[in-house]
T-cell receptor, first 111, second 112 residues
Framework: SQQGEEDPQALSIQEGENATMNCSYK?????LQWYRQNSGRGLVHLIL?????REKHSGRLRVTLDTSKKSSSLLITASRAADTASYFC???????????FGGGTRVLVKP | DVKVTQSSRYLVKRTGEKVFLECVQD?????MFWYRQDPGLGLRLIYF???????EKGDIPEGYSVSREKKERFSLILESASTNQTSMYLC???????????FGDGTRLSIL
């Protein structure tokens, strides 16, 4: 199985609601990153959180990291139709240059 | 803004052909990456490069090779294309391993 696993695989919400998705991983990490992918496009970086950080904010996005549970969550507050996309977590292990991506969460925000 | 440009959005080739996918970045990034993305399997790393003429195998290098003759350009080569290489191919670059990756828009490759 992959280093990063997102949960749920799919999420459908109404505009204005909050969306929360989770990511679990197996080995020690240097940092964890969240990306968004609109249909048919490349990935866009959202937030990077380092292993010694517990929470980060960027606009309507909030990311938490719990290294004791090897998990992270991404919260999108007051969602908009434009937030409809797939969201991926990616982990960089303590050694090496590689990112390992999870399978993603597909988010549908209904107007 | 960083721009990562992949030469084709859509490509159709035949089995046995040698296929070249090109990627160019304009921000003098050290690291460049090639991934493939398949439904249910997420992104899987094929090869990456951390310097000119340097390359390292990713998780699924079989059937692929790469070339990095100039810092801004990273090419993925399918030596003899097969139908199981039909996929979305994504190129990315980063300044160093602690920085986020910037992705191109992908090449959807079909091998017939």
């Amino acid at each position: 199985s992959q280093q990063g696993e997102e949960d749920p695989q799919a999420l459908s919400i109404q505009e204005g609601e909050n969306a929360t998705m989770n990511c679990s991983y197996k080995t020690s990490i240097n940092n964890l990153q969240w990306y968004r992918q609109n249909s048919g496009r490349g990935l866009v970086h959202l937030i990077l959180i380092r292993s010694n950080e517990r929470e980060k904010h960027s606009g309507r996005l909030r990311v938490t990291l719990d290294t004791s549970k090897k998990s992270s969550s991404l919260l999108i507050t007051a969602s908009r139709a434009a937030d409809t996309a797939s969201y991926f977590c990616a982990t960089r292990q303590a050694a090496g240059n590689k990112l390992t991506f999870g399978g993603g969460t597909r988010v549908l925000v209904k107007p | 803004d960083v721009k990562v440009t992949q030469s084709s959005r859509y490509l159709v080739k035949r089995t046995g052909e040698k296929v070249f996918l090109e990627c160019v970045q304009d921000m003098d990034h050290e690291n460049m990456f090639w991934y493939r993305q398949d439904p249910g399997l997420g992104l899987r790393l094929i090869y990456f490069s951390y310097d000119v003429k340097m390359k390292e195998k990713g998780d699924i290098p079989e059937g692929y090779s790469v070339s990095r003759e100039k810092k801004e350009r990273f090419s993925l080569i399918l030596e003899s294309a097969s139908t199981n290489q039909t996929s979305m191919y994504l190129c990315a670059s980063s300044f160093n391993s602690n920085q986020p990756q910037h992705f191109g828009d992908g090449t959807r490759l079909s091998i017939l």
